[in-house]
């Protein structure tokens, strides 16, 4: 039989009702609220069937052992170091793998800002788990929104939460946009990112990395919202920032730092990026 809680050492708390309904009418927690928290370690027979689904959008991560999660006729696996994405009002089930019980940490939030940044992260029925990148962030932020809930619901504990919970929604679309640890585009960023005072072509990059020259400029397209050469130049215009602002070098010799030799192509570059000369830069206050 299926638990829904009551597992040995588990966190879980559940905002009263009126106390949600009078957060939402507030400045901030209005548009980012925390309803539910917590932890299950070692959930065995852990599970829930939400027909109609709920009210909030939950979020769950798997720290240890996998579970499944049921949306729009698809069941997915999750696995240790997924993430699980629910949208409000969608129907689903969810629950640990007999004999390999998940252990989750999870939070329900509501809010007028929940559907968009839910939007970022890709969840959509039929696909709402989502591989990570980065966990440990996750799973940090999700025991710490739990912990605050645990000691109180002040309206300041509630506020802190949603912070929280909006670092948290804006974790897993950030990760979503980050490439794979060892794609091809992870590993074009990397060649680029080692070479901002060099030249590189398109053709020849895209060779290195095994794809297609229009193959890897749709990567970029996608992930940047520009092409690779694009994406070189604002490394180099980046890093003809820092210089500027940390070093006493000329305008020439950042140029040719940032692989443009000529000054006065490198100073039309800068200004058409930032709207005003390396030098008017530079003597910005800033800070």
Avoid: N
Avoid at 27 to 50: C, K, Q, S
Avoid at 113 to 131: F, K, M, Q, W
Wanted: glycine share 10%.
């Amino acid at each position: 039989m299926e638990r829904t809680e009551g597992f040995e050492d588990q966190r879980l708390s559940v905002l009263p009702r009126p106390l949600v309904a009078a957060a939402l009418t507030r400045p901030v927690t209005r548009r980012m609220l925390v309803t539910d928290a917590g932890w299950f370690p070692h959930a065995e027979r852990h599970g829930r069937h939400r027909p109609r689904g709920a009210d909030e959008t939950i979020v769950i991560v798997c720290a240890a052992g996998s579970g499944w999660v049921d949306t729009g006729g698809v069941r997915e696996r999750v696995a240790p170091g997924a993430a699980v994405v629910i949208p409000s009002a969608v129907p689903h089930a969810y629950g640990a793998t007999p004999g390999d019980a998940w252990t989750i940490w999870w939070c329900h939030v509501r809010g007028t800002d929940v559907a968009e940044l839910v939007e970022a992260t890709g969840a959509a029925p039929g696909r709402v788990a989502l591989s990570l990148r980065a966990s440990e962030r996750v799973i940090a932020l999700l025991d710490e929104i739990s912990l605050a809930l645990s000691r109180d619901t002040t309206p300041a504990t509630l506020t802190a939460a949603s912070g929280m919970a909006w670092r948290l929604l804006t974790q897993l679309a950030v990760d979503r946009m980050r490439p794979e640890a060892g794609s091809p585009l992870q590993r074009a960023m990397r060649y680029l990112e080692e070479r901002i005072d060099g030249h590189i072509a398109v053709p020849e990059l895209a060779g290195m990395v095994g794809v297609s020259a229009s193959h890897l400029s749709a990567l970029f397209r996608e992930a940047t919202g520009g092409g690779v050469i694009a994406y070189h130049s604002a490394l180099k215009m980046a890093r003809a920032r820092t210089l500027l602002d940390t070093t006493d070098l000329s305008v020439a010799d950042i140029g040719r730092r940032v692989g443009m030799d000529d000054p006065f192509y490198f100073s039309r570059r800068f200004r058409a990026v930032h709207g005003m000369s390396p030098r008017a830069y530079r003597a910005t206050h800033k800070g």
